[in-house]
């Protein structure tokens, strides 16, 4: 018993016409086969991959300019008081010359450039130096008598 092949139209086909069917769609396919290999190689240059990545960077970095200016105008003020703290972060050095001594010295202190120990040493030969000037300018009352000790 011999298998019949049939035509889209159900009419039994010879050998001939099923070998010429399979002929042309094997050449369709293999049509088909070197149009994607050319798309898939022309996607795949060098000039188109940078191109395709700069035109994804530029919608990446549009999405978040959008998203920055949307939440620069829902939050004006804690943006603001970022902006002046990052503004203080880099002009810190600049800052701290023009500091009152106990800033500049916290500074020094919370920055690892002075330790705790020094910086309480400095301190209490500042307060030892104020007791003492105090005691001179109490001992100093006109007349060049001492105070009594105790």
Known sequence: MRWASFGRDGTPMTSRQTLDKASQRAAIQRRRLLQTASTVR????????????????????????????????????????????LLAWMLRKPLMNHAPSAISRAYAVLSGKLAFSEWMADRRAQVELNDAAADDAAADNGNNEELPHG
């Open 42 to 85: 022309d996607r795949l240059m060098p000039a188109r991959l940078a191109d395709d990545a700069k035109t994804g960077a530029r919608a990446h970095i549009a999405g978040l300019k959008q998203d920055t200016m949307a939440h620069i105008r829902a939050h004006p003020v804690r943006t603001a008081l970022g902006l002046t703290a």
